[in-house]
């Protein structure tokens, strides 16, 4: 398989999340357990993996707000807006793994270096 559609592939796995509780985590990895990658499929996945902890612990501090009844309304706003917000950046995420350049996704704590 192509490099670029295997990069691609690993952005479009963290959708799966929306569907699978933390398959957006699991299935990246799954790439890099089973799959042989070059440098780009490589950091590509690592951007991946960190950019959705970092998404899903910022949905759960959201979610933990919920709560709170004077954040509560800023907390379902963020949890929608971080939702919108992660299926935009894999989008983008797509598009530059089709031009063989590594995302880097904003607001990304590095876990996996």
């Given at each position: ?17 929306f ?12 790439f ?5 990658q ?5 950091q590509?996945?690592?951007e ?7 998404l ?11 709560f709170?009844?004077?954040l509560?309304p ?13 299926l ?20 990304s ?5």
């Amino acid at each position: 398989m192509n490099n670029k559609v295997l990069a691609a592939l690993v952005h479009l796995s963290a959708t799966l999340g929306f569907l699978i509780p933390f398959a957006n985590i699991v299935t990246p990895l799954v790439f890099l357990l089973f799959t042989k990658q070059d440098q780009l499929v490589k950091q590509t996945i690592k951007e991946v993996v960190n950019f959705q902890i970092s998404l899903t612990l910022y949905v759960l501090i959201s979610f933990a707000l919920v709560f709170t009844i004077i954040l509560a309304p800023l907390a379902i706003f963020l949890i929608y807006g971080l939702q919108i917000f992660g299926l935009i950046t894999i989008a983008i995420g797509v598009i530059k793994s089709f031009d063989s350049q590594i995302y880097q996704y904003p607001f990304s704590i590095r876990f996996v270096r």
